[in-house]
């Protein structure tokens, strides 16, 4: 019995284009700590929760997802945006400095970043959500569906 090695784009390598998507590998530690923060998400994440899991705009988002070493806050991952709700903390210290550094680093995976204030969200909730909605749009999905299959041999388009 001999073995064919895979087709490009089949197997378990991800360089030939196999294996678990980049966007869903995470190290361990950050998934559990991700698994962790859903259940103790913060007065601000907890109420823009409830509008985004009613899907506004079509769209998906998840809440606390890994990616890499960062837990986002939510993420709709077919326009790839990173939504960030920063609270008084996030101005003080270095905090600038390491969101500056998340931020650059989401962005080499793809994602954009949108942070908002803790504040916005309790004083303007339906605005904030229009927002992010927009912001889906103006990215637009990663895959675009086909008009169907190609044509046959010789067939007009």
């Known amino acids: 019995m001999t073995l064919v090695p895979p087709r490009n784009g089949e197997g378990d390598q991800p360089k030939a284009g196999g294996g678990v998507p980049r966007v869903l590998q995470a190290p361990i530690k950050t998934v559990r700590l991700a698994r962790g923060l859903r259940k103790d998400m913060s007065p601000?994440?907890?109420?823009?929760?409830?509008?985004?899991?009613?899907?506004?705009?079509?769209?998906?988002?998840?809440?606390?997802c890994p990616q890499g070493p960062y837990s986002l806050d939510f993420a709709c991952l077919s326009a790839r945006l990173a939504i960030e709700?920063?609270?008084?903390?996030?101005?003080?210290?270095?905090?600038?400095?390491?969101?500056?550094?998340?931020?650059?680093?989401?962005q080499n995976l793809g994602f954009l970043t949108m942070?908002?204030?803790a504040e916005e969200v309790?004083?303007?909730?339906?605005g904030v959500v229009l927002g992010i909605v927009d912001a889906c749009r103006k990215l637009g999905p990663l895959h675009r569906p086909s008009g169907g299959p190609p044509p046959r041999s010789g067939e007009e388009q």
């Open 122 to 126: 309790f004083n303007n909730l339906e």
């Open 85 to 106: 709700v920063d609270g008084e903390a996030h101005d003080r210290g270095d905090r600038p400095a390491r969101d500056a550094a998340r931020d650059r680093h989401l």
């Open 44 to 64: 601000p994440e907890r109420l823009l929760w409830w509008p985004l899991r009613q899907r506004p705009g079509g769209y998906r988002f998840r809440k606390q």
């Open 115 to 117: 942070r908002i204030p």
